[in-house]
């Protein structure tokens, strides 16, 4: 993950396939999804960032 006084973060919208929301700050999409992950330990997230309302949706291998 980048460290905050090197890269702005951005707040974006995580919801699971099971339809829970949770709020996530990273410095990417890739980097708010693994943020995700480690945090919930579910592997499928759909994010969007919250300024733009970009989407982006993600599998990882969580284990």
Not at 5 to 31: I, K, N
Request: hydrophobic share 50%; glycine share 4%; with cysteine.
């Amino acid at each position: 993950m980048f460290h905050a006084a090197q890269t702005l973060l951005h707040h974006y919208e995580a919801r699971t396939a099971e339809d829970a929301v949770f709020a996530v700050l990273g410095a990417s999409f890739e980097d708010a999804a693994l943020a995700f992950a480690d945090l919930v330990h579910q592997g499928q997230v759909e994010l969007t960032d919250c300024e733009s309302g970009e989407r982006r949706c993600f599998t990882l291998e969580v284990v």
